[in-house]
């Protein structure tokens, strides 16, 4: 029983070594994140930024494509709805959130 005795303070004796791996790895896990903010979760928060705007510009007339497809012409703005033509005298309700994007006038008359 003796023999394991020596084996166990070798063991602990390795403490210098650790403490450089563990600063190794702190610092390995900021460089991850770091590298996940800058691809990921920034150009999220830019393209949120971009649609609040977008929403926030929405204006009678303009002419909008919705996350479903629908393309129409803004008649009525709400404070969360909007009110589009998508054909002569066929109006709808969709939400603001769900325009994607604003398209050049006269686009819906090509269509």
Request: proline share 3%; net charge positive.
């Amino acid at each position: 029983m003796n023999f394991l005795i020596p084996l166990a303070h070798a063991q602990a004796g390795g403490g210098g070594a650790e403490g450089g791996s563990a600063i190794y790895s702190i610092g390995m896990i900021v460089v991850f994140f770091a590298i996940m903010f800058f691809l990921v979760i920034r150009p999220q928060m830019k393209r949120q930024k971009e649609h609040k705007k977008l929403i926030e510009n929405l204006a009678k007339g303009n002419e909008i494509i919705t996350a479903g497809g629908v393309a129409g012409r803004i008649r009525e703005v709400g404070e969360n709805f909007l009110v589009v033509e998508v054909a002569k005298d066929v109006e709808i309700r969709v939400q603001k959130s769900s325009v994607t994007s604003v398209v050049p006038k006269g686009t819906m008359d090509s269509l």
